[in-house]
Nanobody, 126 residues
Framework: QLQLVESGGGLVQPGAPLTLSCAASGAALDYYAIGWFPQAPGKERDGVSCISSSGGSTSFADSVKGRFTISRDNAKNTFFLQMNSLKPEDTAVYYC???????????????????WGQGTQVSVSS
């Protein structure tokens, strides 16, 4: 069974960059699409980015377009979320997730993803 473990979270100032990573084990990552889902305090998880199994297609929520980049390294069974120009409203626990279908839908929805990591905290504050 595929397992995911996030890392790289921390406390940063507004405008700073931060890179999150998610390591996969138990299955080959190249068969799965990968999504990132932040959950702010008192809020539902909301998808902000997705990358297809091949890496050829990506999608982003409007709130992060132009600031976040998603990538994957299938050889190392790891994928990444590069966050730039961070804002206080980006503060959340960030979860990575994998979808067996392998493609990214326009709407990055939790119900489409099969496996989830434990989350890593990102805090943006001056």
């Amino acid at each position: 069974q595929l397992q995911l473990v996030e890392s790289g979270g921390g406390l940063v100032q507004p405008g700073a960059p931060l890179t999150l990573s998610c390591a996969a084990s138990g299955a080959a990552l190249d068969y799965y699409a990968i999504g990132w889902f932040p959950q702010a305090p008192g809020k539902e998880r909301d998808g902000v980015s997705c990358i297809s199994s091949s890496g050829g297609s990506t999608s982003f929520a409007d709130s992060v377009k132009g600031r976040f980049t998603i990538s994957r390294d299938n050889a190392k069974n790891t994928f990444f979320l590069q966050m730039n120009s961070l804002k206080p409203e980006d503060t959340a626990v960030y979860y990575c997730a994998a979808e067996r279908v392998g493609g990214c839908r326009r709407l990055i929805s939790m119900q489409h993803f099969d496996y989830w990591g434990q989350g890593t905290q990102v805090s943006v504050s001056s």
